[in-house]
């Protein structure tokens, strides 16, 4: 491709509208064009990355097992609302009437649809195990679109589904896919680290992502160091530091003039925060909830959501905790009722903690949960944080932050039962399905390449994934032969099957050097009058800062050898 007659400018300026380094990137170097919030068209230098990644998932799918197919992005809301989880997105779930008034959903994901069309093939315990996949346009309405193609509201993903006849079926299926989804990466030239997650609105027991590490992801991720556990933040479990707080003694009310915070407090008794009881409000789906935890402790928002089972949280206003009767700053679990309240399991296990006495200026000593008050839920809820204790080990905890390149989820037999599918073992018995599902967002994995590959000129694109794998940079001159030969090895690096991106531009050298930089192509060879005089071409690898003369006679052969090195690293 000669870049004269490329779809797509590069431009010099950051985009205001920008606000991650590969929304930045992707604009500058013409790669995607903004259609509306959330909803981008894909230039021919990003539809060749991501069709490179796209035919990466493909063979190892199919090298895996998967049976490619397409299902409808068109799918009826009756299927939604069979399994409950048209609640469970929310808003996040696009709905339309069609001409007949019938309500339709664009597909989010394709759980439904793909578990009916299996309830009609899948009989027999003969017909399974089955995993089937597409490659498919998806649909959800982001709140908040952010992050060019990080958080987008309609996006390609690839959506794998198992199907098996019991538990350790999908076990096997969960592994296959967890081996191919590491292929992936590792072809694609992307580090990756395996990490345990919240299954969200998916659902299901059991929840991997694979993460891509680099300070701007949006995902902070807790690990032991010794590499015996990683989890998301949103999932990630420790060991609690058990606090002696002895026998539990009688409640004793204590003034606290201005203390409404867990410092004041203990900063005012003279104790810990470990000795205190932490009182936090949220609405769950419209309900009031009054949430306690241990006060050198905060709570996790995703944990309590799950614990709760509800659909939408988010924290009371002031106005809505003194509706209930609570005095914020003083509240406490001590002597009230009608109200759900939810206990962080780290409460139970601590004595004689100072709470709210719900009135103004005033704590209570030795509060012991059963004796003074019992909670609704008592699960962990607590957000864990570099520091705290491995659970495997007992080390401390590391953090770093990431982005999500694939999910991975044991589906068990909730949408199964929902969509009624079911086999018939060897015993004429009828069982629901076991299933998995798995699914690799491509722009995403795109711009997470960029994200963990770039300097301050531009992208860095791994070879595998890359647009083109040579950027050929003639120099030229009026009075020299540099086009006759430029044009030559043109035609032998095609020739080879070499992928090449021609800047036949009568640009400055700025110019064209700024160019390959901001596209990131691997190798730049550079043909020019001072390379001739020495029957050299100089060949630079976008990676590294030095570049060499190579005879121009071997360049074919060089660069072969080159990309053959990185195809096999």
Not at 11 to 33: K, T, W
Not at 57 to 77: F, S, W
Not at 188 to 211: N, Q, R, T, Y
Not at 255 to 262: D, F, Q, V
């Amino acid at each position: 491709m000669r870049v004269s007659e490329l779809f797509g400018k590069t431009q010099r300026e950051i985009p205001a509208e920008a606000d991650i380094v590969s929304h930045q990137l992707l604009l500058r170097a013409g790669m995607i064009n903004q259609v509306s919030a959330g909803v981008y068209s894909y230039l021919p230098l990003a539809w060749r990355v991501l069709k490179k990644i796209e035919n990466i998932i493909r063979d190892e799918m199919n090298k895996a097992g998967g049976q490619e197919l397409t299902l409808p992005v068109l799918q009826p809301l009756e299927l939604w609302q069979e399994t409950g989880r048209d609640k469970a997105f929310g808003k996040g779930l696009f709905t339309l009437l069609d001409r007949r008034e019938r309500n339709l959903a664009l597909g989010p994901t394709h759980e439904e649809v793909i578990t009916q069309l299996v309830s009609h093939h899948v009989q027999s315990y003969r017909d399974l195990p089955k995993l089937l996949y597409q490659i498919q346009v998806k649909f959800r309405d982001e709140p908040r679109p952010r992050g060019g193609l990080i958080r987008v509201r309609e996006f390609t993903m690839k959506d794998l589904y198992s199907f098996d006849m019991d538990e350790a079926g999908l076990d096997k299926s969960y592994q296959k896919m967890l081996h191919a989804y590491k292929n992936i990466y590792d072809r694609c030239g992307l580090p990756s680290m395996l990490v345990e997650a919240d299954s969200g609105a998916i659902g299901g027991k059991e929840s991997h992502e694979f993460m891509l590490l680099t300070e701007s992801g949006e995902n902070e991720i807790i690990y032991c160091p010794t590499g015996d556990y990683a989890a998301n933040a949103e999932r990630a479990e420790s060991v609690k530091e058990k606090i002696d707080g002895g026998e539990p003694l009688p409640l004793e009310e204590v003034a606290t003039p201005g203390m409404t915070s867990i410092e004041d407090v203990s900063g005012f008794l003279g104790i810990s925060r470990s000795h205190t009881l932490k009182a936090v409000f949220y609405i769950a789906d419209g309900e009031f909830v009054f949430v306690v935890i241990r006060g050198d402790l905060d709570v996790n928002d995703i944990k309590l959501q799950n614990a709760l089972h509800c659909y939408e949280l988010r924290l009371a206003t002031e106005e809505e905790v003194i509706e209930t009767g609570l005095v914020p700053g003083f509240a406490s679990p001590v002597r009230i009722s009608g109200i759900r309240i939810v206990a962080d399991d780290s409460v139970p296990a601590t004595s004689n903690l100072v709470s709210g006495a719900n009135k103004p200026d005033t704590h209570i000593k030795n509060t012991n949960y059963s004796r003074d008050f019992v909670a609704d839920i008592v699960a962990d809820i607590t957000l864990v944080e570099a520091g705290d204790s491995c659970p495997k080990c007992g080390n401390k905890l590391e953090s770093t932050r990431g982005i999500e390149a694939g999910h991975v989820f044991k589906l068990g037999t909730f949408q199964s039962e929902k969509n009624g599918a079911y086999y018939v073992d060897e015993n004429g018995e009828s069982h629901p399905i076991v299933m998995g599902c798995y699914g690799i967002g491509l722009g995403r994995l795109m711009a997470a390449a960029i994200e963990q590959n770039h300097d301050d000129k531009g992208i860095i694109w791994p070879l595998p994934i890359a647009p083109y794998q040579v950027y050929l940079c003639p120099l030229y001159r009026e009075d020299t032969n540099v086009s006759e030969i430029v044009e030559k090895l043109y035609s032998e690096l095609e020739n080879e099957g070499i992928e090449v991106l021609f800047d036949d531009r009568k640009e400055s050298p700025g110019v064209k050097f700024n160019d390959a930089d901001l596209l990131g192509i691997p190798i730049r060879v550079t043909v020019s009058p001072r390379t001739l005089e020495k029957d050299s071409v100089e060949i630079k690898l976008r990676s590294e800062k030095d570049s060499a003369l190579v005879p121009l006679a071997e360049a074919v052969t060089r660069i072969k050898k080159t990309i053959e090195g990185a195809s096999t690293s």
